[in-house]
């Protein structure tokens, strides 16, 4: 099993795999060695500049998921949470509106996948960002609503 304090200065491998629903049903959510490589590449790359930019705490809402816990969850079985390579961040901390944060990540970071998830026009409900690398990162904006996915 790997356990380490910190995937970042600001994330802590505690609450990156944290999971009310896996604590509830008994699931492992526990990332391989390789899982958390990624998991700290995005902590690097998209987190901690978006939490220097803000200056303050960021709620993350979900990081890893295990394949069982992301079925559990209804996540896509493609889900980028599995691999390591996606978070879900909130505003519930007061620090900056998650529709601020969205266009900041848009306008000034590389990613893979910037999501604005549910919510209405004028804030999302939580912001979903993925990181790849940067040869593959595809820079896909859009918008989560109940139908389905649509260009930002």
Known sequence: MVT????????????ATRSSTALRHGIKNVPSATKLARMKLLAEK???????????P???????????????????????????????IDDTLGHM??????HWIKDNLDFDQLIWEYGDKREPAWIHVSYVSVEEN??????ATPSGFELF
Do not use: C, W
């Open 4 to 15: 380490i304090a910190n995937i970042s200065d600001h994330i802590t491998y505690k609450e």
């Open 46 to 56: 998209v987190f901690e500049p978006l939490r220097a930019h803000v200056g303050g």
């Open 58 to 88: 960021i709620a993350v809402n979900s990081f890893f998921r295990s394949k069982e816990l992301n079925e559990k969850v209804g996540g896509s079985k493609n889900s980028q949470h599995t691999k390591g390579q996606a978070i879900d």
């Open 97 to 102: 509106p998650n529709s601020e944060m969205f």
């Open 138 to 143: 595809r820079k896909r904006v859009l918008r």
